[in-house]
């Protein structure tokens, strides 16, 4: 079953070994747990709810309290401690596009704010619906959610927009093809929530990014319905593909999604090595993506979290013999774990892995444990979430932010990122572990990814302002930097303070109008992506 104030499924259970903590305890000092609420105690402390009645929807309290949040760091404190700033008046559930349609006049008619909610993986504020003196319902898509059309030929597969990963992938497996999209939410997260956001997935160095993969679909607007046909090109004007990619349910609900799709591969294959230190690995990794070798994927770990994620990874008991080896092989503890995929035919990945190995031989690569570690890390790609739960109940927060830049800007962030993040809290005294990879990259550029631990303090209030600060100088550096504020996880209402800097005054401008002429009354998940001010609405709460 879903948990209903955490990541995942309550099936699925991590838990820290002693050595583990003892890291933590060595890192971050002694660290102690806040309480955490019941459901119940949670469910109790609902208010009445304000919509009125329709087919639809359901008000009752447990189902509002679970679709109340997602996953950013202020939604997790909520739904820890029971106490919701956000609680939709209610949660509809529609199953066709017609539905949807009936709900927006609807709303309209009853003046009702609404909140689209996918898979409720958002973790920058895209889901907590706003308090305001309107009725707010948030409509669930997860029951549209079947392969409603297949057209072979054009290699284009038209899904209801609610689908979950793991059930799109298996209703295409099902007819010999994927869609290759596999974020790190791909358990729960939804292809429309994966359009809305930009996307982008583990292996998309083949696959390419949701933008590259989003062919058209039905966009239904407060205005009326749009229907985006799925054209393969085109130089008719601006691509209004393009306007619903990043729209984070501003400008209407997507219902239906055509996607470009691809015959499983043949075979697939994950390996690691490990680069001598950072320099040579960014250098390997540019030389790869430049070259353009048709890797599927390529995830660089700094020293870090290499060393942090081998402690994790390999029993206590065979670390000692594995540091052995890596002393034998020249590397020292400023190696970094360097993981690669290869996707296709046998004779494509044959070839595609002598040219990578090449490369990486050129840059000083070291192979250990290489076909092991590339197997493990393929076992546990979407289990890292599952780990803020463990770490919250030993007293430790954990949190991440990511950007892409550049190659030339990436060096000189790369160098004072983690220095700014672990001092963001030495005034009071409270120390932060830091941690970066790369896992997305471009021959322009990469993402660079940070994970952050600090110990949560003696009240919720405070633990919250701890995060604050933190992602107040974390934010504050990657727009110095000139890097974009999100590469994959959207702008929601945790960025929105810091897209001007990305997309400039006119931008912004024109983002305003955009949203206006589909939704005029601001009806559709107010505050997300363009904050309140800006679109000349009285900020709320």
Not at 205 to 220: C, D, K, N, S, V
Not at 465 to 489: D, N
Request: glycine share 8%.
């Amino acid at each position: 079953m879903r948990r209903w104030n955490g990541w995942g499924d309550d099936t699925h259970q991590s838990e820290l070994a002693g050595f583990a903590k003892d890291l933590i305890a060595d890192l971050l000092g002694e660290t102690h747990p806040l309480p955490d609420a019941s459901l119940q105690q949670a469910v109790d402390r609902v208010p009445q709810s304000r919509a009125p009645d329709h087919p639809l929807l359901d008000k009752t309290p447990e189902t509002r309290i679970k679709h109340a949040a997602g996953q950013s760091f202020s939604d997790w404190l909520q739904m820890r401690s029971g106490m919701f700033k956000h609680i939709p008046d209610a949660v509809a559930f529609p199953e066709t596009t017609q539905q949807v349609r009936e709900l927006l006049d609807w709303a309209a008619d009853k003046d009702i704010i609404l909140v689209p909610y996918g898979g409720g993986t958002s973790v920058v504020g895209h889901l907590a619906c706003p308090v305001g003196e309107k009725p707010q319902v948030t409509i669930a898509m997860t029951r549209m959610n079947r392969l409603l059309e297949i057209d072979r030929e054009s290699q284009i597969a038209t899904f209801g927009a609610g689908v979950r990963g793991p059930d799109l992938e298996a209703q295409l497996a099902a007819i010999g093809y994927t869609l290759g999209h596999f974020p790190q939410s791909f358990e729960l997260s939804t292809a429309g929530g994966w359009v809305v956001t930009r996307s982008s997935g583990q292996q998309s160095l083949r696959y390419g990014r949701i933008e590259q993969l989003f062919a058209g679909g039905t966009l239904e607007t407060p205005r009326g319905t749009m229907v985006i046909p799925s054209i393969p090109a085109s130089s008719a004007g601006p691509d209004i593909r393009e306007m619903v990619l990043g729209s984070e349910g501003i400008l209407g609900i997507l219902t239906e999604v055509k996607l470009r799709i691809t015959p499983i591969a043949e075979t697939e294959q994950f390996y690691t090595v490990f680069m001598p230190d950072w320099e040579s690995g960014v250098a390997a990794v540019q030389a790869i993506t430049q070259g353009r070798i048709p890797l599927s994927m390529m995830r660089l770990s700094n020293a870090t979290e290499t060393d942090v994620s081998l402690k994790l990874a390999v029993p206590e008991s065979k670390l000692s013999k594995l540091n052995m080896l890596f002393k034998f092989k020249g590397l020292n503890d400023q190696k970094c774990i360097l993981t690669f995929g290869l996707t296709g035919s046998k004779k494509q990945v044959a070839a595609n892995h002598k040219l990578a190995n090449a490369a990486l031989k050129q840059h000083g690569a070291k192979k250990v444990l290489s076909k092991k570690l590339g197997d493990k890390w393929k076992e546990g790609r979407f289990h890292g979430p599952y780990l803020r739960h463990p770490l919250w109940e030993h007293g430790v927060a954990a949190d991440t932010f990511e950007t892409a830049m550049d190659w030339s800007a990436l060096r000189p962030y790369i160098n004072v990122v983690e220095e700014k993040v672990t001092n963001a809290l030495k005034e009071q005294g409270i120390s932060v572990f830091a941690f970066t990879h790369l896992s997305h990259v471009y021959a322009q550029g990469s993402s660079a990814y940070t994970t952050y631990l600090f110990p949560v303090a003696s009240t919720y209030e405070e633990t919250l302002e701890r995060w604050q600060t933190i992602k107040k100088v974390a934010s504050e550096i990657v727009v110095v930097h000139g890097g974009t504020i999100s590469h994959q996880h959207g702008v929601g209402r945790d960025h929105a303070p810091y897209l001007k800097a990305e997309k400039g005054a006119l931008g912004m401008s024109a983002l305003v109008a955009l949203a206006k002429n589909f939704d005029p009354e601001a009806r559709m998940n107010p505050g997300v992506l363009i904050a309140n001010e800006q679109m000349g609405m009285k900020e709320i709460a």
